[in-house]
């Protein structure tokens, strides 16, 4: 028994030992998998800070466009002021307009006066024209739509004007055109790249105001986009007429990109004509800015921008610009679009490209000048 007992002690020490042993060989692991895990979670922290001051350095609206407005695409040009004298006679005899009564007029707009050297005023605010051409791809074309939007990041507000595109402004070595010409000019001088710059020069010297970015489709883009994010929600004041055949109803309506595009084409079945069409064109673009901003989009929206840049968009905007301008409209609702058209009259001249006598939506320039100060001044 004592033997027994003896055997049963000696094996229950060796046991114990046994466990000790282990026991202290998990704890060993436990440490040392604990003290990789606090490592772990340690760098995972400093890579999440480090990231976010880059994030909010570099991607956040109020940051990322500083070197834009900097480094605008074009200034207000002096060279029209700078042509020779017997050259300025006669591009404003040659265009010297009338309105439909015969009574004399003075030129739409003069020529631009800012200096190309003048400098950009300290500001987080940016300029981007927004251009719809009257092409589905391809071929050469001119401006069928004109924006001007200015973007105030830190407010989370945007200003948006509608320039006809009738407008009589001056282009360069052309003289005293239509602006929606400055693009076909343009473009058959040096192509895609510079119709849009002879454009938004044209834009930036009517307005006198620096453009910082632009973002340019054709018709079927605006189509495309618009199917893209499933369609838009419109309240249509009155039925417009786009073919015997096809009419847009009054009311609450949602439009595909077909119909959208109707609508933003249409100038002839409304009372207003060319103007109840600008209007609609900036309905529209609030309208996808509201389809944009739903919950379900959000999370994709700045997927979504850099899928239809590669696809329908021609843009100046950079992969992380377009980030950036996807967290800048989360933060914007459709009450923060301030909305205007350029004030002017009807008027006829001689235009230069066409060798006869057109229509020309003539601006008023105190108030063009008065509009500038009131929605792109900060």
């Known amino acids: 028994m004592k033997s027994m007992r003896s055997l049963r002690s000696i094996s229950g020490a060796w046991i114990q030992r046994l466990r000790g042993k282990q026991g202290k060989e998990i704890t060993g692991k436990r440490l040392i998998m604990r003290r990789i895990g606090r490592f772990t979670l340690l760098g995972s922290l400093i890579l999440i800070l480090i990231g976010g001051i880059w994030i909010w ?4 609206p109020e940051h990322r466009f500083q070197k834009a407005v900097l480094n605008p695409l074009t200034i207000p ?3 029209a002021s700078s042509l020779p004298e017997e050259e300025q006679q006669s591009v404003s005899a040659s265009n010297s307009l009338s ?3 015969g009574e004399a007029l003075l030129p739409a707009t003069s020529a631009p006066e800012t ?3 003048a400098t950009v005023k300290e500001t987080l605010s940016f300029n981007i024209v927004l251009i719809g051409t009257d092409t589905w791809g391809g071929e050469s074309s001119r401006a069928d739509t004109i924006m001007v939007a200015h973007v105030m990041p830190d407010q989370r507000k945007v200003n948006i004007v509608s320039v006809p595109r009738d407008t009589r402004v001056y282009v360069e070595k052309v003289g005293y055109t239509k602006i929606n010409h400055a693009h076909i000019v343009g473009e058959l001088k040096g192509g895609n790249k510079q119709g849009t710059l002879t454009l938004i020069q044209a834009v930036s010297d009517f307005m006198n105001i620096p453009i910082h970015h632009y973002i340019k ?3 079927s883009g605006v189509r495309d986009f618009i199917d893209t994010i499933g369609g838009v929600n419109m309240v249509i004041d009155q039925d417009v007429v786009i073919t015997p055949e096809i009419t847009i109803k ?3 309506q949602h439009l595909d990109g077909e119909h959208a595009l109707y609508l933003a084409r249409a100038r002839y079945s409304t009372p207003d004509g060319d103007f109840s069409r600008q209007r609609e064109q ?3 673009v609030r309208a996808v800015a509201d389809q944009l901003l739903k919950p379900e989009h959000l999370p994709d929206l700045a997927g979504l921008l850099l899928k239809e840049k590669k696809d329908i968009i021609d843009t100046s905007f950079s992969d992380s610009d377009l980030i950036s301008l996807a967290w800048l409209f989360k933060g914007i609702g459709s009450d923060d679009f301030t909305y205007e058209q350029i004030p002017g009259k009807n008027s006829f001249g001689l235009d230069p490209l066409v060798g006869s006598k057109v229509y020309y939506w003539s601006a008023d320039p105190e108030e063009v000048k008065s509009l500038k100060e009131r ?4």
């Open 250 to 252: 009054k009311g609450e």
């Open 57 to 60: 350095g570099v991607l956040h």
């Open 282 to 284: 900036f309905n529209i």
């Open 99 to 101: 309105s439909s009564n």
């Open 115 to 117: 200096s190309q050297t």
């Open 217 to 219: 489709t054709n018709f």
């Open 375 to 378: 929605l792109f001044t900060d």
């Open 77 to 79: 040009s002096s060279q």
